[in-house]
């Protein structure tokens, strides 16, 4: 993978987070990626989340598979703990990864040809045993790297920069997540700054499962008249269901909605989601509504986005499975052989 290290020169006035670090800290190596791809602007929304949550860069662990959107953590956070796994295997890389150490914060990368195709299990069982960690899909509805081929989330009679108009259905990432149990489901678009940030940083601030499926227009392939994944096409049909702020639990809560308007919902550290609700039909709490509702828009050719499903307290993986609050390399000999009198105890336990 070629990359460009990025010059150390910075202006000294650069304002800085609460933990010292400035918006450059962020930052990595120089994107390689086609001018105007909406990678970059991802990578760059993933940045601004980091640096206004005072995230320590060490505490992050990146993780992607292989495609257009799994290099870019080359682009971000370049003091952050990074894994590059093969094609289709991140999810199972971030899980594994995360049982051994949970102090850290998991954030995978990946593509629709990554998740939706042969990743596709993976991701399914990622879902379903609600693995804390953000989970972001760059999609483009095409395979990039292989010169513009429809991936599985191509819309059936999207056509292609060559005039191919692609025949079959198309893999639903974000009703698949909400049918899995994922606890946190997001769509945004990657020309919308100011609604992917808070996004990005709700997710890091949940406990479970967070996936954010993000639009992501390949300018090179994929950005044309009669595609469906194009920057005009997402603009004209883009229907937002819902504007979110976080609100840090140390700060006053105050709010100037009218009743009705507004959903606030706790996080397990405090934080408070402000939903300001543009559409009063939509209930981001309700599994089953919120798919229904989803499937309503899509049938009037809608691309909803916004915060689409959200759960708190539900049990993430550690908890489901009683894992070890400490982090697995730091336990010792005395902790994982604790002797013959405990082994047999706990055999006894096991006999009929």
């Given at each position: ?85 093969v094609h289709g295997r991140m999810p199972s890389v971030a899980t594994g990864a995360n049982l051994a150490n949970r102090e850290l914060l998991y954030l995978g990368i990946s593509g629709d040809g990554d998740s939706a195709s042969i990743g ?88 479970g499962a967070a996936f954010i499926d993000v639009l992501s227009p390949c300018v090179t392939f994929n950005n044309h008249a009669g595609s469906t994944h194009s920057y005009d096409w997402v603009r004209e049909h883009n229907e937002t269901v ?111």
């Amino acid at each position: 993978m070629t990359w460009i290290a990025k010059p150390q020169l910075r202006h000294p006035s650069l304002a800085e987070n609460k933990v010292g670090h400035t918006r450059r800290d962020y930052e990595g190596a120089v994107s390689t990626l086609c001018a105007g791809c909406g990678h970059d602007s991802v990578s760059a929304a993933i940045v601004q989340a980091c640096w206004e949550l005072d995230i320590e860069p060490h505490r992050v662990a990146k993780l992607s598979g292989i495609g257009c959107s799994s290099k870019t953590p080359t682009y971000f956070l370049g003091a952050s703990h990074g894994f590059n796994s093969v094609h289709g295997r991140m999810p199972s890389v971030a899980t594994g990864a995360n049982l051994a150490n949970r102090e850290l914060l998991y954030l995978g990368i990946s593509g629709d040809g990554d998740s939706a195709s042969i990743g596709l299990g993976q991701f399914a069982h990622c879902m379903r045993r609600n693995v804390n960690m953000v989970y972001i899909v760059e999609n483009n509805g095409v395979y990039g790297l292989t010169k513009g081929q429809f991936s599985a989330t191509a819309d059936k009679g999207s056509k292609s920069k060559r005039g191919v108009v692609n025949k079959d259905n198309p893999v639903d990432l974000v009703a698949m997540a909400m049918q899995l149990g994922a606890s946190f489901v997001a769509r945004s678009f990657s020309g919308d700054k100011a609604q992917l940030v808070p996004l990005i940083k709700a997710a890091m601030g949940h406990d479970g499962a967070a996936f954010i499926d993000v639009l992501s227009p390949c300018v090179t392939f994929n950005n044309h008249a009669g595609s469906t994944h194009s920057y005009d096409w997402v603009r004209e049909h883009n229907e937002t269901v819902n504007r979110i702020d976080l609100v840090l639990g140390r700060q006053e809560i105050t709010v100037d909605y009218a009743p009705g308007e507004l959903i606030a919902v706790t996080q397990h550290d405090g934080r408070v989601l402000r939903l300001r609700k543009l559409h009063a039909d939509h209930d981001p709490t309700d599994r089953v509504a919120a798919m229904a509702y989803m499937q309503a828009r899509a049938q009037q050719g809608e691309i909803v986005t916004g915060l689409l499903y959200l759960e708190t307290g539900m049990e993430d993986l550690h908890a489901a499975q009683h894992t070890s609050m400490r982090p697995l390399n730091s336990l010792g000999s005395a902790d994982l052989c604790p002797g013959a009198a405990q082994l047999a105890r706990i055999n006894a336990s096991l006999r009929l």
